[in-house]
């Protein structure tokens, strides 16, 4: 089963980073791992034309960092005797040093509270959206008003296999660890495990609109055949998922399978919403190889409508564009 073993928890000065801190405790206790401690503050800027370099301006940036410590000191002080933590303050754009703390130190999950209060109304083109796009490692960004445990999860999936060569294999795996990382957070939550996929039938409305010109093409027969191919996709993904996690591990969640028809950009979050999910696990990325690449088109879309907690995942072989040696943004 995968596990994270090394956390790294970004927490801000607002009170619903709390909710993160707390749940990578818990997340480092069970699994068991190290967890990184960090908050991310801009450079002072003392304006009033004086310069950004001076003795004044160091002097400022110097201090800000003493009471920035001082107050991180103070959030993890409450969990020392339940585990080691590391902190540390960074300063600089906030998703470029989590990038780059990744980078050094192989962190395997990146957990954090959005930026906005309103969760992810204003996510595009923000920090976060950012952090999703080019973190090389899953990161996990919780809902700040979530409950001591989570009750559902709710793996999303791509198991359609019309995609390039190239592609396939990666998408394959990334199916895989979508199931293997919401089985591994449901277990230590005690919650269930649902897996979702959401299926077309190619031109299925045209067909149906040119019916009279298909004689002796059964539209409906189609269209159940594609449903049966999904299942059976849906279904050997799950074989090997077992194999790999064990037999007992799927026993014991028990996932409820949905495959649900329809476009994925609309029916995963209602499927979200019907079930109350308190956190989708879900891939974020399309293609593989290609540095800096955004977040799929669909997978934006569900992320600009859920209101639950979500975990991205990139598939394997994804490229961060941010390097440990870059100075400005990618």
Not at 207 to 228: C, I, K, N, P, S
Request: include cysteine.
């Amino acid at each position: 089963m995968k596990r994270f073993r090394n956390i790294l928890c970004v927490i801000g000065d607002e009170k619903s980073s709390k909710f993160a801190l707390q749940r990578a405790v818990a997340l480092a206790e069970n699994n068991p791992a190290n967890l990184a401690v960090i908050n991310v503050m801009p450079p002072v800027s003392i304006g009033m034309g004086m310069p950004e370099n001076g003795p004044i301006s160091a002097e400022l940036q110097k201090t800000a960092e003493q009471t920035r410590a001082q107050w991180l000191q103070s959030a993890v002080e409450p969990y020392r005797n339940q585990l080691e933590i590391h902190h540390q303050v960074l300063v600089g754009v906030q998703f470029l040093e989590i990038i780059r703390e990744v980078l050094r130190n192989g962190h395997d999950l990146v957990i954090k509270t959005p930026e906005s209060e309103e969760w992810l109304d204003h996510l595009f083109g923000s920090e976060d959206m950012h952090l999703l796009r080019k973190c090389p490692c899953p990161v996990w960004l919780i809902k700040p008003s979530v409950g001591d445990s989570f009750r559902r999860v709710l793996a999303a999936v791509d198991v359609i296999d019309i995609y390039p060569e190239s592609e396939r294999k990666p998408r394959h795996l990334l199916n895989e660890q979508v199931i293997e990382m919401a089985s591994s957070l449901a277990i230590s939550e005690f919650a269930e495990l649902h897996i979702v996929h959401a299926w077309r039938a190619v031109s299925e409305n045209a067909l149906r609109e040119m019916r009279v010109q298909l004689r002796g093409f059964d539209v409906d027969a189609y269209v159940a055949g594609v449903q049966q191919e999904r299942q059976a996709d849906l279904d050997q993904l799950l074989q090997t998922v077992r194999h790999a996690l064990g037999a007992d591990v799927l026993d014991y969640l028990k996932p409820q399978t949905h495959l649900v028809k329809g476009r994925a950009r609309k029916e995963i979050p209602a499927l979200a919403k019907k079930l109350k999910a308190d956190l989708v696990v879900m891939g974020t990325v399309a293609r593989t190889g290609i540095p800096g690449l955004i977040t799929g088109n669909t997978a934006e879309s569900i992320l600009n409508q859920i209101t639950c907690s979500v975990l991205a995942i990139k598939p394997p072989g994804f490229q961060t564009p941010v390097s440990l040696s870059s100075t400005s943004p990618p």
